[in-house]
């Protein structure tokens, strides 16, 4: 779903600060901004370094930046083929029922079909109404399954236990 406006691009070093304004816009609307701890140089380090540790495509409309997604390679054990797991969507307010979240996540979708991936894995938290759109394009919502985490300190602890 491409409209003549709409060009969506791997972002290269350059986007750095773009993509860091989107991590802290999506942090806002997730009410989490308080938990954004990365900086520019994070950003150009670990996703535009000598190893990236994940990419992101960004979308522009009539030449302004208004989303992103950002993705990573992972891998299905019972599958037998890797995959890819989507860290982060976000279009603009202004933006959003354009279509242009779609475009972003359907250029996902043709990313990891074309390199013979098994899925496409993303959590969605438990207010976000996008849960009805992910439904509609044949996303299963696994209700059975729970996201762990572990960071910081606990992390830390753990790691020297």
């Known amino acids: 779903m491409q409209s003549a406006g709409l060009v969506i691009r791997p972002a290269e070093e350059k986007d ?4 860091l304004g989107f991590i802290r816009e999506l942090a806002r609307y997730e009410k989490l901004i308080g938990e954004v701890q990365a900086t520019e140089e994070d950003i150009r380090m670990h996703l535009f370094g000598p190893d990236p ?19 990573f390679r992972n891998f299905s054990t019972f599958l037998g083929k890797p995959g890819l797991y989507l860290e982060d969507l976000f279009v603009t307010p202004a933006h959003r029922g354009t279509g242009i979240g779609t475009a972003l996540l359907s250029r996902l979708a043709r990313i990891a079909a074309t390199q013979g991936y098994g899925r496409v894995d993303w959590a969605v938290l438990e207010w976000n109404p996008a849960q009805e759109f992910y439904r509609k394009i044949g996303a299963v919502l696994l209700d059975e399954w729970r996201l762990c985490r572990l960071t910081g300190p606990a992390l830390k602890r753990f790691a020297h236990a």
């Open 16 to 19: 750095a600060k773009a993509v």
């Open 53 to 71: 540790a994940a990419h992101v495509l960004l979308a522009y409309y009539d030449g302004a930046p208004v989303g992103f997604c950002l993705y």
